[in-house]
């Protein structure tokens, strides 16, 4: 159980365009979920929560309207990349709550994000 | 304010030693605290977690961590390695303020275990 999905896993892109990225709870309902983003080499760095049909929480740096996320339903979270440019690319990997279980988050297999 | 330290970003051992990997951390309240491990190109998975209770916790694929309050530590051992425990290696913490069941877990840095044959 617990079981976190991403879509796709691997992207390349024009510099410019937009890109979207699903994150998916498979066998539970998540009413929260995290979105992360690791460089190479680094640890992970919290980009906001979302809390579904409610507005994302962004951390303090973090762009709004550059990294759109949307939550539409308890299983399904959405990030997407604005006008994406090669600094944008990084390893972006979401995390959901499962129900009432204390405080643990279960990872996503991640989604590489290349931007040309 | 919380943080969590893990001394070592390399961590090196050969197959079938004793693998010792650190992790301190700062809370200005009760922690919740975790170790995940990350393989190439993927997610993290959850190899154990202490919430509250008995201080030894026990894990996944031979993994266990106890958490020290008086030394503000929570380290993974694992008493022999195997060429598979090769990966990167995070531990977390988020701080247990009660009332919601979840929050923001703030990673430490880092630590890559390579097990040599």
């Known amino acids: 159980g617990a079981v976190v999905s991403q879509h796709p896993s691997r992207v390349i892109c024009k510099s410019g365009t937009s890109v979207k990225i699903e994150c998916r709870s498979l066998d539970f309902q998540a009413t929260t979920m995290f979105w992360y983003r690791q460089f190479p080499k680094q640890s992970l760095m919290l980009m906001a929560t979302s809390n579904e049909g409610s507005k994302a929480t962004y951390e303090q740096g973090v762009e709004k309207d550059k990294f759109l996320i949307n939550h539409a339903s308890l299983t399904l979270s959405t990030l997407t990349v604005t006008s994406a440019h090669p600094e944008d690319s990084s390893f972006y990997i979401c995390?959901?709550?499962?129900?009432?279980?204390?405080?643990?988050?279960?990872f996503g297999p991640g989604t590489r994000l290349t931007v040309l | 304010a919380q943080s969590v330290t893990q001394l070592g970003s390399h961590v090196s051992v050969s197959e079938g030693a004793l693998v010792l990997l650190r992790c301190n951390y700062s809370?200005?309240?009760?922690?919740?605290l975790f170790w995940y491990v990350q393989y190439p190109n993927q997610g993290l998975q959850l190899l154990l977690k202490?919430?509250?209770?008995?201080?030894l916790v026990k894990g996944i694929n031979g993994f266990e961590a106890e958490f020290k309050k008086s030394e503000t530590s929570f380290h993974l051992t694992k008493p022999s390695a195997h060429m598979s425990d090769a990966a990167e290696y995070f531990c977390a913490l988020k701080a247990n303020a009660g009332g919601t069941s979840y929050g923001k877990l703030t990673f430490g840095q880092g630590t890559i275990l390579t097990v040599h044959p």
């Open positions: 809370s200005s309240v009760p922690p919740y």
């Open positions: 995390s959901a709550v499962v129900g009432l279980e204390v405080a643990t988050q279960y």
């Open positions: 202490y919430t509250t209770g008995a201080t």
